[in-house]
Each structure stands twice: as structure tokens, then as C-alpha cells.
């Protein structure tokens, strides 16, 4: 019995870093995502430059970073959150677009033809408790 103990305690010191999760420091994209991250794409179809934004859910209305302002052409938001890209300064109305989970491969091309993707300048995101 005890050797049996000895070879599981002896296998375990040699498996146990392989059996060990990764930890986010050793590779960043799999740190914690949180409603307010919203991936974003100048490219349609989430080419050319793409960031992950880290906007939060509080309903502020921020503008696009320079290389996204006017050049949205794929964008899609952490589950939890929905975001609504707008033209004008104080996000009211309607918006250009909604964007919910997993999110809009063709901004430039949007709903039937609308170029949502060239006109947006602002983002706001909240939380979404009924988002699928």
C-alpha cells in the first residue's frame, strides 16, 4: 500500500506543472473578459486592425480612438453588454447601430445597406440582462 501511495505521490510531483491552468500573465488573451470589452475591427469581416476596447457598461457616450473613428467595419461586444455606435457627440437616439454578442461583421454594409461603419464616431455600452 505504501508503495502505491510513494508511485501516486512521485507521478504527481513529475504531472502537476503540466496538469496546472495557465495563468493570464503567461499568456494575455486569456485574461478575464467582462461586459464592457468590445472587439473592433477597421476591416469588414474582422480584418486588417483590431483591438479589444475596454469601455465599460456605465452608458458614457466616448469617442471612437482615432483609428477606429469613422473606420468601424466589424464590432462585437462581450456577452452582458450592448453598445450602439452613433454619429453624433451625445449618443441620443436610435443610433447607427446596435451591437450585441457575438456582434456585426459588415458595418459598412449594415442592415439593408446603411454605412454605420463610416459614420460612427461615438460608442456607448450598457448592460444587458436579456441579450442572447
Known amino acids: 500500500m505504501q508503495s502505491i501511495l ?4 512521485s507521478l504527481l510531483s513529475v504531472f502537476s506543472p503540466v496538469l496546472a491552468a495557465p495563468s493570464s500573465a503567461e499568456h494575455p488573451a486569456l485574461a478575464a473578459r467582462t461586459p ?8 469588414s469581416n474582422w480584418t486588417n486592425t483590431c483591438e479589444v476596447l ?3 457598461i456605465t452608458g458614457e457616450c466616448r469617442r471612437l480612438p482615432s483609428t477606429y473613428d469613422g473606420h468601424i467595419g466589424s464590432a462585437g461586444p ?3 453588454a450592448i453598445c450602439r ?14 451591437l450585441t454578442y457575438p456582434g456585426e461583421s459588415n458595418l459598412y454594409n449594415f442592415n ?3 454605412d454605420a461603419g463610416h459614420q460612427a464616431h461615438y460608442i456607448q455600452c450598457r448592460q444587458c440582462t436579456n441579450c442572447v
Not at 36 to 43: A, D, E, I, M
Not at 85 to 98: E, P, R, V, Y
Open 6 to 9: 510513494a508511485i501516486t505521490i
Open 36 to 43: 464592457g470589452n468590445v472587439y473592433v475591427c477597421t476591416g
Open 54 to 56: 475596454t469601455l465599460g
Open 78 to 80: 462581450d456577452t452582458g
Open 112 to 114: 439593408g445597406g446603411q
Open 85 to 98: 455606435l452613433f454619429a453624433n457627440g451625445d449618443c441620443t437616439g436610435s443610433g447607427l447601430a446596435i
